[in-house]
């Protein structure tokens, strides 16, 4: 939620094309000869002054020049604090300009302005909420009250789950918009939304606005995210247990997890198991899981089994017994061991190849914010 918020209200500079438009403005209170700018968001988002006009007789007006797409585009009047965002998508938009918060005024034209203001709407709505459960759960804070932190603690997490599913809706509910493109742009900076769920939103978007400089941008950040990045959603397994059983990831999480790639011929992940070993003993009883997933050859199955024993790895574990060729290894794009992921609640990757103190206070940290 934070991500809109900080779009709207820091993109402060944006664009103005269309076939003949204007933008007619009621401004009154505002003093005659009141500087007003437009600008466009540009290539790399960076801002592109287009136009400055001056109010006169409590109202200005702007020609929005003829554009091939959907154009973001900002005003910012001189003596008003922030912006005010709109879409030029070629039609003639009239504002009423409200001089004690620009980012209040009512805009009225084309499709795209009403997507955005029910955009707006909703992030709002959201915020609201969350404003109103964080000053209860500061309170609860306070009174030492375990019972409604715990409660505060839950309602936030379903408030922001709920507010991921409407943005999500919104998005594949509207993907001929660029506001659909700066929902994305929200979800991506914040990672409330795992990453990975992002790329086929943002592949079933109309090429037209992929073409904006809002949509490249975007192109080039989503085709660089990896299934396993920080971020994402961790991709669903299943495997052979030693006992000849299947297992999946899914069956095995808890509130935080940790996916272990090892070997019984891998020194250091040998080395390394002690140090896990030992996080498992500490926070197994909040919740901490771990799921081994073994690269050992075929035919070793009696030295995965015995390395379990001896380094007394006393949690889950899966293995195909294909060496480097483990299907498991290669959906996670593991190259070498000892490799790990670890995982929230709802399987988004927090942490990769922690080892030490480092994966022992990562591990405390996410099991506290629970």
Same mark, same amino acid.
């Given at each position: 939620?934070?991500?809109?918020?900080?779009?709207?209200?820091?993109?402060?500079?944006?664009?103005?094309?269309?076939?003949?438009?204007?933008?007619?403005?009621?401004?009154?209170?505002?003093?005659?000869?009141?500087?007003?700018?437009?600008?466009?968001?540009?290539?790399?988002?960076?801002?592109?002054?287009?136009?400055?006009?001056?109010?006169?007789?409590?109202?200005?007006?702007?020609?929005?020049?003829?554009?091939?797409?959907?154009?973001?585009?900002?005003?910012?009047?001189?003596?008003?604090?922030?912006?005010?965002?709109?879409?030029?998508?070629?039609?003639?938009?009239?504002?009423?300009?409200?001089?004690?918060?620009?980012?209040?005024?009512?805009?009225?034209?084309?499709?795209?302005?009403?997507?955005?203001?029910?955009?707006?709407?909703?992030?709002?709505?959201?915020?609201?909420?969350?404003?109103?459960?964080?000053?209860?759960?500061?309170?609860?804070?306070?009174?030492?009250?375990?019972?409604?932190?715990?409660?505060?603690?839950?309602?936030?997490?379903?408030?922001?789950?709920?507010?991921?599913?409407?943005?999500?809706?919104?998005?594949?509910?509207?993907?001929?918009?660029?506001?659909?493109?700066?929902?994305?742009?929200?979800?991506?900076?914040?990672?409330?939304?795992?990453?990975?769920?992002?790329?086929?939103?943002?592949?079933?978007?109309?090429?037209?606005?992929?073409?904006?400089?809002?949509?490249?941008?975007?192109?080039?950040?989503?085709?660089?995210?990896?299934?396993?990045?920080?971020?994402?959603?961790?991709?669903?397994?299943?495997?052979?247990?030693?006992?000849?059983?299947?297992?999946?990831?899914?069956?095995?999480?808890?509130?935080?997890?940790?996916?272990?790639?090892?070997?019984?011929?891998?020194?250091?992940?040998?080395?390394?198991?002690?140090?896990?070993?030992?996080?498992?003993?500490?926070?197994?009883?909040?919740?901490?899981? !771990?799921? &081994?997933?073994? =690269?050992?050859?075929?035919?070793? %199955? +009696?030295?995965?089994?015995? @390395?379990? #024993?001896?380094?007394?790895?006393?949690?889950?574990?899966?293995?195909?017994?294909?060496?480097?060729?483990?299907?498991?290894?290669?959906?996670?794009?593991?190259?070498?061991?000892?490799?790990?992921?670890?995982?929230?609640?709802?399987?988004? !990757?927090? &942490?990769?190849? =922690?080892?030490?103190?480092?994966? %022992? +206070?990562?591990?405390?940290? @996410?099991? #506290?914010?629970?």
């Amino acid at each position: 939620m934070k991500i809109i918020v900080s779009l709207l209200f820091s993109l402060a500079l944006i664009s103005c094309n269309s076939s003949n438009p204007q933008l007619s403005a009621n401004a009154e209170d505002i003093p005659d000869g009141t500087n007003v700018y437009l600008s466009r968001l540009g290539v790399d988002n960076v801002p592109e002054p287009l136009d400055t006009v001056q109010v006169e007789q409590s109202s200005f007006v702007v020609d929005l020049k003829s554009t091939k797409h959907q154009d973001i585009q900002i005003l910012r009047i001189d003596g008003l604090n922030g912006n005010l965002i709109f879409i030029n998508e070629g039609v003639d938009i009239n504002i009423d300009i409200n001089n004690q918060n620009l980012r209040e005024s009512k805009i009225e034209g084309g499709e795209h302005n009403r997507y955005l203001k029910d955009y707006i709407d909703l992030l709002t709505s959201y915020n609201e909420e969350s404003n109103t459960l964080q000053n209860e759960y500061m309170q609860a804070e306070i009174n030492r009250d375990e019972e409604k932190l715990l409660d505060a603690r839950m309602d936030l997490e379903d408030l922001q789950s709920r507010a991921n599913e409407e943005t999500l809706d919104f998005m594949k509910a509207h993907p001929n918009s660029i506001v659909s493109m700066m929902a994305l742009s929200d979800a991506l900076n914040s990672q409330a939304v795992p990453l990975n769920q992002l790329k086929p939103i943002y592949n079933n978007f109309d090429r037209e606005i992929k073409d904006t400089p809002l949509g490249k941008t975007l192109g080039r950040n989503i085709a660089e995210i990896n299934d396993t990045d920080l971020g994402a959603e961790a991709p669903d397994f299943s495997g052979p247990t030693p006992e000849g059983n299947e297992l999946s990831l899914k069956d095995a999480m808890g509130k935080v997890t940790l996916i272990d790639f090892w070997a019984s011929w891998c020194r250091p992940c040998r080395v390394e198991n002690p140090n896990i070993v030992s996080i498992y003993q500490d926070y197994k009883e909040k919740g901490f899981t !771990i799921v &081994g997933v073994s =690269l050992d050859k075929p035919n070793d %199955r +009696e030295a995965w089994i015995r @390395a379990i #024993e001896q380094d007394q790895l006393d949690w889950n574990h899966v293995s195909n017994l294909k060496h480097w060729y483990e299907p498991i290894a290669q959906k996670y794009g593991v190259k070498a061991i000892p490799a790990a992921f670890l995982i929230d609640e709802n399987g988004v !990757i927090i &942490g990769k190849d =922690l080892r030490g103190d480092a994966l %022992r +206070e990562k591990v405390q940290e @996410a099991l #506290e914010s629970k």
